[in-house]
């Protein structure tokens, strides 16, 4: 994902895969509410993990974290204090091209 402009509290981000879609295509620009780091379940979150920034959809089960990508048939499962929930994913824009 490439960093764009810093606002505090928000960030933003160009997708780069297309783990996500057709929630999140590849080129989307997000915005993440840093502050909302609290986990809904269900909701699109992204998580630093493994030394990668990740955009999925969480599940939280008491301390497990169930990571779900749109794309994929799969999901995978670890502990809430293996993660670091960075911010909620708040807005998708698909940038029109003409």
């Known amino acids: 994902m490439d960093e764009g402009t810093f606002i505090p509290n928000y960030s933003a981000f160009i997708m780069n895969g297309d783990n996500m879609s057709p929630t999140i ?4 620009h997000i915005v993440v509410d840093n502050e909302q780091r609290a986990i809904r379940s269900g909701e ?13 959809r969480l599940l939280l089960d008491r301390q497990t ?3 779900v990508f749109d794309a994929l048939d799969e999901s995978h499962e670890e502990a809430l204090d293996n993660i670091n929930v960075i911010g909620r994913v708040i807005e998708v824009k698909t940038l029109a091209l003409d």
């Open 65 to 67: 974290v169930i990571f």
């Open 25 to 28: 295509n590849k080129g989307d």
């Open 44 to 56: 699109i979150y992204l998580v630093g993990y493994k030394k990668q920034k990740l955009v999925c």
